[in-house]
């Protein structure tokens, strides 16, 4: 009898943890405190298995974003095979100005491009290279604010999910905010 009571009780338990597990694997979204990422530094956290960027760009590597523009295939996000969220439909791609968040996952094929932060002549990279991201598998290159440069095998600027600001300091990505 004593075996059947512990079965009995522990049924509960695992019916109650197992929607949590479900929704993780389904993407719940995810709270991150940006207060500690410092200007020209990027942080990856994890949302559907995937990784997401927020980077903090300084007033130089924002001013970048206009300097290349006429070298990018979708400077204003229009193309829709990864559609940017209205509120990132503008030039620095984010709600705030200096903080990018991306999936950090090439358009192409699916590689994870690197930083290259770093202006200027360098292997693999334009001598104007102003900053921003390489993808090694095929030599996609984006800019810091994840849209991709012309004839580049990529077809898409980097995927802008959905997110929204808690509080002026915590994102939460995964969710729109609701009206
Ligand atoms: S996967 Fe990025 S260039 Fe091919």
Not at 10 to 20: D, G, I, K, L, N
Not at 33 to 48: F, T
Not at 109 to 115: F, I, K, T, V
Request: proline share 10%; glycine share 10%.
């Amino acid at each position: 009898m004593g075996g059947v009571g512990a079965a009995a009780v522990a049924v509960p338990f695992v019916s109650t943890f197992q929607p949590s597990e479900r929704a993780k694997a389904a993407g719940a979204a995810v709270e991150v405190d940006i207060s500690a990422i410092q200007p020209g530094e990027k942080v990856v956290v994890e949302w559907r298995g995937k990784p997401v960027w927020i980077m903090k760009r300084t007033p130089e590597q924002l001013a970048a974003l206009e300097k290349i523009e006429g070298e990018l295939a979708d400077p204003n996000s229009e193309r829709k095979a990864y559609p940017t969220p209205e509120y990132a439909k503008n030039r620095h791609r984010s709600i705030k100005p200096e903080v990018f968040v991306g999936v950090g996952i090439c358009t192409h094929l699916g590689c994870s491009p690197g930083d290259k932060f770093s202006p200027g002549p360098q292997p693999s990279l334009p001598d104007d290279w102003q900053g921003g991201y390489l993808c090694a598998c095929h030599g996609s290159t984006f800019d810091l604010a994840g849209r991709v440069f012309k004839n580049k095998p990529a077809p898409d600027n980097l995927e802008v999910p959905p997110h929204y600001y808690v509080s002026d300091t915590v994102l939460l990505i995964g969710e729109e905010k609701q009206a």
